[in-house]
């Protein structure tokens, strides 16, 4: 109970409040806190952030707190990381369907798989391997298509192949017209390269 709130208020009973209020008022600020005490458990947090600054700029940041990850959802099934993964060498997937085409992956990680497979339209084709480049070629006449590659029983993405139509002339007409000292008339040709120049 506070003892302003007393229903008997003596002079003795105030002095001693008026006292009181006095011996707080000249505590400053800087005395009532102790900025140097905490300072000397800083090396504590130091050696934590270091550490999460070094997950951080390594990449590694995903790898260290997975297993908390699948901690948490404990209901989820997690599959383990895949030790290899693969690389498409190929600049671009178009190509003109008249002419071959040639796969090639290449595969990063630690471990090699025993085998490559391309799986090109419900069908697998085992790919050759060359200086760690996996390849096949394919021969004409090649049609659009989703392609995967498959090793070691690990899959790599979902890749489109596109065939372009071949270009080819249908009909071409050539116009000859040859000088006056010849006296030839003019004449045009249809559908065909072959004219006889005098």
């Known amino acids: 109970m506070d003892l ?15 006292q009181r209020s006095e011996q707080m008022n000249t505590v400053p600020f800087k ?15 130091v050696f934590p952030l270091i550490l999460i600054g070094f997950l951080w700029l390594s990449g590694n940041w995903s790898s260290f707190f997975g297993s908390y ?7 989820l099934a997690y599959e383990p990381p895949a030790p290899f993964r693969f690389e498409l060498m190929n600049p671009q997937l178009k190509v003109i369907e008249s002419d071959p085409f040639t796969f090639q992956v290449s595969t990063v990680g630690t471990v090699k798989p025993e085998n490559v497979y391309v ?3 419900g069908k697998e084709i085992l790919l050759q391997e ?10 004409p006449p090649i049609s659009s298509g989703r392609f995967v590659f498959k090793g ?3 899959q790599s993405r979902e890749y489109e192949l596109i065939a372009l139509k071949a270009p080819a002339i249908s009909d071409f007409n050539m116009r000859l017209e040859f000088p006056n000292y010849i ?5 045009v040709i249809k559908s065909t390269g072959n004219a006889i120049i005098p």
């Open 130 to 139: 060359e200086n760690g480049i996996y390849q096949y070629t394919l021969s």
């Open 152 to 154: 070691n029983g690990i």
């Open 31 to 45: 005395r009532a806190i102790n900025t140097k005490e905490p300072l000397k458990y800083l090396k504590y947090v």
């Open 69 to 75: 990850t699948r901690v948490v959802n404990y209901n």
């Open 183 to 187: 006296n030839k008339r003019s004449e």
């Open 119 to 121: 799986e090109l339209e």
């Open 4 to 18: 302003a709130d007393q229903p008997e208020k003596s002079e003795l009973l105030l002095a001693s409040i008026e």
